[in-house]
Each structure stands twice: as C-alpha cells, then as structure tokens.
C-alpha cells in the first residue's frame, strides 16, 4: 500500500505538545503515512514550561524519521514539487489562523500552507488557542468556509476557566484527515464536553 505524504506542521501552542506528538507517533505508527516534520521558527526555537525546543524537535524527527524542516525557503517547494498529499498544522494558534485567513506567509508553517494549497491541495487544521471564540472566531469562520481547508473537530477546552479557549480532539487526526483526502468536512466540526 502506497504511505499517503503528510507534511505534519507545529506551531507554538506549546501546552497541547504533547498531545500533538501522541497523535502523530500513532499515525507513524500506522505504516499509512510518510511523515515530513515542519516547525515554525517560535516552535523551533523556543524553550517554555512545557519542555524545550531541542527535546521537541529531537522528538518529532525520531517520529518521522526526517529531518525538522523550519525556514521558509525549505518549505517552499512543497507547492512546485507537489511534495505532500495533505498538510497537517497541529497544532494550529491563534496567530497562525489569522495569517492563513489574511494570506500572510511569514514563516515556515504558513509558507508551507500557501505552497501546498496552491495546487487545490488539503490543508487541516488542529486549532488550539485561548481566544477561539473571541480574536480568532472571526479567521476561523473565514477559514471554515476556505476551499481545501479542514477543520480536526474541536470544542472548548476548560468552558468555566477560559470561556473563550478552542482545542482539537487530537484523537480525531485520522478520521479528518482521511475525510480531507475525500474532499469533506469531518462532521460535526463543532464538540460538545468531553
């Protein structure tokens, strides 16, 4: 069987980190996909609470078994070269919703969206951020309706403590991926409590 090519994209939630690396451990684990590890630069480069970017990055290319791609211009022949299948951004900030939804391409996970979805190619997004249902709601309702461009289901993530905070169900990875593949939102795209 043929591995569908997943370009498998970080950016800086760094709070759902490991529930993204679990994911995708899983998904490599399947045999299905050949995994191409991309960081933003905040990703690649910063140290926070959760862990340091060496043992994330050390992490992620130990999963994929390629090296983390992290500038703009190795991203960038993604779209020429149809390198990917699918783009996986997972997790997907806040600040990364409001570029893709505005076409802003200044860093390596966006430039790798605009190349990819340049040839009618899915792109799926893994939200998590604390201001989906106040800044972000606005990108991700553009986004929503975004030809190529898919949501992993999500709901809120703690409704008492931070009212406006939005995180994918990371166990639904595949199943959205898969639904992308077939040209479909994976429904319903809106979670109820877990």
Not at 110 to 128: I, N, Q, Y
């Amino acid at each position: 069987m043929e591995q569908l090519r997943l370009g498998a994209a970080v950016c800086g939630s760094f709070c759902t980190f490991e529930k993204a690396l679990a994911a995708l451990k899983e998904l490599a684990a399947t045999g299905k996909y050949a995994l191409t590890p991309i960081f933003s630069e905040t990703a690649y480069l910063t140290d926070s609470r959760f862990g340091d970017a060496q043992g994330f990055i050390a992490r992620m290319e130990a999963i994929c078994g390629k090296k983390v791609l992290h500038t703009i211009p190795e991203v960038e022949p993604i779209g020429p070269k149809a390198l990917l299948d699918v783009l996986l951004i997972a997790p997907c900030t806040g600040n990364t919703l409001a570029k893709l939804a505005h076409g802003v391409t200044d860093t390596a996970v966006t430039m790798a969206a605009k190349a990819h979805l340049r040839g009618g190619r899915p792109v799926v997004l893994a939200v998590s951020t604390n201001d989906g249902l106040s800044g972000s709601a606005e990108n991700i309702g553009s986004l929503l309706c975004r030809k190529n461009v898919y949501f992993v289901p999500f709901r809120q993530d703690d409704p008492r403590k931070k009212p406006c905070s939005l995180v994918a169900d990371f166990s639904l990875l595949e199943d959205t991926i898969r639904a992308a593949m077939a040209g479909r939102q994976l429904q319903p795209v809106l979670l109820g409590p877990e």
